[in-house]
């Protein structure tokens, strides 16, 4: 659906990485009838500018510090109804979709989703032409090795590097490995940002 009786539909982008931000800024606003409002680097900055004024529809990360996405969404659905929720994922996760489908969403995409299809699914959304959109999918595989996973794990749950060895039945060296394994991959240069990468990515969950 394109844009109807000349009205704007207003948009929010929230998303903690200021060059996601910016994409999705300028891939919308150069399609005739969307206007990009505000921006927004986490849900509670979302929040307050949602309740300054309403906008039809909240782009919004998933994962993200101090209001995640599911938190951004409850919160708007108090201070702005009208405000549609659309939910993004770096790595779509199932579960993730069939919450975000239980607990009122627009919609939920991954972030690689080709620009077209993305703007599409907005102008459906704002449109009213779907109760729920959403790409077909399976859970997005980890970059880790079970066995890094299972060192993750453990990690996550406080454990030192002797207390992972004796857990997992194999040497405190073995474990250090993994370790460099794992922060390689993730692309973090200590034990505590994989943790906490992992579960921005969705890699761990609570």
Not at 1 to 21: A, F, W, Y
Not at 53 to 80: N, Q, W, Y
């Amino acid at each position: 659906m394109k844009q109807e009786n000349g009205k704007t539909v207003s948009l929010i982008v929230i998303d903690d990485h200021p060059m996601v931000r910016e994409g999705l800024e300028a891939m919308l606003s150069s399609e005739r009838g969307f206007s990009v409002g505000a921006l927004a680097a986490d849900g509670r900055e979302a929040v307050e500018k949602c309740s300054e004024r309403p906008f039809d529809i909240a782009i919004c990360d998933i994962r993200m510090p101090v209001f995640d996405g599911f938190a951004t969404l409850e919160k708007l659905r108090e201070i702005s109804p009208s405000t549609k929720v659309l939910l993004m994922a770096g790595m779509p996760l199932v579960d993730e979709e069939e919450r975000a489908r239980r607990e009122g969403a627009a919609g939920y995409l991954p972030k690689n989703i080709d620009g077209d299809r993305l703007i599409d699914a907005v102008w459906k959304i704002a449109g009213g032409e779907t109760d729920f959109i959403c790409e077909e999918f399976t859970d997005a595989p980890s970059p880790l090795t079970d066995r890094e996973m299972d060192v993750l794990k453990l990690v996550s749950q406080g454990k030192q590097r002797d207390e992972i060895a004796a857990a997992l039945g194999i040497g405190a060296e073995s474990v250090k490995t993994h370790m460099k394994g794992i922060m390689t991959r993730l692309g973090c240069p200590n034990a505590t940002g994989a943790v906490a990468k992992a579960y921005r990515l969705g890699i761990l969950r609570v």
